[in-house]
């Protein structure tokens, strides 16, 4: 069974710093596409920053230049390096993964369960 488990979340005041971890486990062939979302109360999920095996990651124009996503070398954990904190960073954190099942040919999209970030003006 695949399982993905997410870590770091917290409260920060603004300004602040906070690293998220997101770690897959179970029988995976293959984890195609790593990724955050975030969502906000009384708001759609949306996405926040991508990473793909490739190393080629993608960003919300919202937090470019404060955000950094990043895989280990394993390419099953993934990291949301966030800076410069905003109060409108508040929301839940859900990390996302693409990936083929062992014995499977097919890819299919796996979801943790969200870590909160509460940023304080």
């Known amino acids: 069974q695949v399982k993905l488990v997410e870590s770091g979340g917290g409260l920060v005041q603004a300004g602040g710093s906070l690293r998220l971890s997101c770690a897959a486990s179970g029988s995976i062939l293959r984890i195609n596409i790593m990724g955050w979302y975030r969502q906000a109360p009384g708001k759609q999920r949306e996405l926040v920053a991508i990473?793909?095996?490739?190393?080629?990651?993608n960003y919300a124009d919202s937090v470019k230049g404060r955000f950094t996503i990043s895989r280990d070398n394993a390419e099953t954990t993934v990291y949301l390096h966030m800076n410069s904190l905003k109060p409108e960073d508040t929301a839940l954190y859900f990390c996302s993964a693409d990936l083929i099942p062992s014995r499977s040919t097919t890819s299919y999209t796996y979801w943790g369960q969200g870590t909160q970030v509460t940023v304080s003006s």
């Open positions: 990473i793909t095996s490739g190393g080629s990651t």
